[in-house]
């Protein structure tokens, strides 16, 4: 399958820093990338919808000034938690698709905010 | 907002016994798609369904798509401990809408 590869895989920062996490697509161009977010033993929940070129959708609830959500070019999405507190401590996941393709996730980021 | 449900969300297994997850969605969905996660892991796509009554199969793996396009069925038969790990299915809304919306997921245990 396609290969969508994430960095970082693990990142610690300090509370009130940022942190970028980065997406991208390797072998297709993703016309659509989504940002979840995972807690322990619990489902993805939705962040944000992004299209390239596009501002990102957010789902109710998410603080866009918070995750900033860039999506520059067919093969690469960013993350932005800024400025990050414990409670944002938690698994993030991005998935890319194609034009009428399944999505295709990233390995993940697990942030920890100390 | 469109909302999917699953369950079980546990399931515990003797190994070689058969496995079932079912999904129904609030909403019509376009297409249903099935991912597995394992421990540690990021979801991997098994399967999509878009016809309304598909079945498809994998191996030991048996997917049902519902004739109302709102509800869909995992089914493992003589579980190994190879398949221990978090069922999701998850499908974006009739209407073109690109949202993936996940179920809560089943978690799947195999004893051996």
């Known amino acids: 399958g396609a290969v969508v590869s994430q960095h970082p895989s693990r990142v610690i920062c300090k509370s009130g820093t940022s942190v970028k996490i980065e997406c991208r697509s390797l072998?297709?161009?993703?016309?659509?990338m989504f940002w979840y977010r995972q807690f322990p033993k619990q489902s993805l929940m939705l962040m944000a919808t992004?299209?390239?070129?596009?501002?990102?959708?957010?789902e109710q609830g998410v603080e866009k000034d918070k995750f900033l959500i860039n999506h520059a070019s067919l093969t690469l999405s960013t993350l932005t938690v800024t400025s990050a507190h414990p409670e944002d401590s938690s698994f993030y996941i991005c998935?890319?698709?194609?034009?009428?393709?399944?999505?295709?996730f990233g390995q993940g980021t697990r942030l920890t905010v100390v | 907002g469109q909302q999917v449900m699953q369950i079980p969300q546990y399931q515990h297994v003797q190994e070689g016994e058969d496995f079932t997850t079912y999904c129904n969605s609030s909403t019509t969905l376009s297409n249903i798609q099935w991912y597995k996660q394992r421990p540690g892991g990021h979801p991997v796509f098994l399967i999509q369904?878009?016809?309304?009554?598909e079945v498809k199969k994998q191996k030991r793996l048996t997917f049902q798509f519902g004739e109302a396009k709102k509800n869909s069925s995992l089914h493992i038969t003589a579980t190994q401990t190879t398949d221990v790990g978090t069922y999701f299915c998850?499908?974006?809304?009739?209407?073109?809408?690109?949202?993936?919306?996940f179920g809560k997921g089943t978690k799947l245990t195999v004893n051996p």
């Open positions: 998850a499908g974006p809304p009739q209407g073109g809408s690109e949202k993936l919306v």
């Open positions: 072998d297709f161009q993703a016309t659509t």
């Open positions: 992004s299209n390239e070129g596009s501002k990102a959708t957010y």
């Open positions: 369904l878009v016809k309304s009554g």
């Open positions: 998935s890319a698709r194609g034009l009428f393709s399944e999505a295709f």
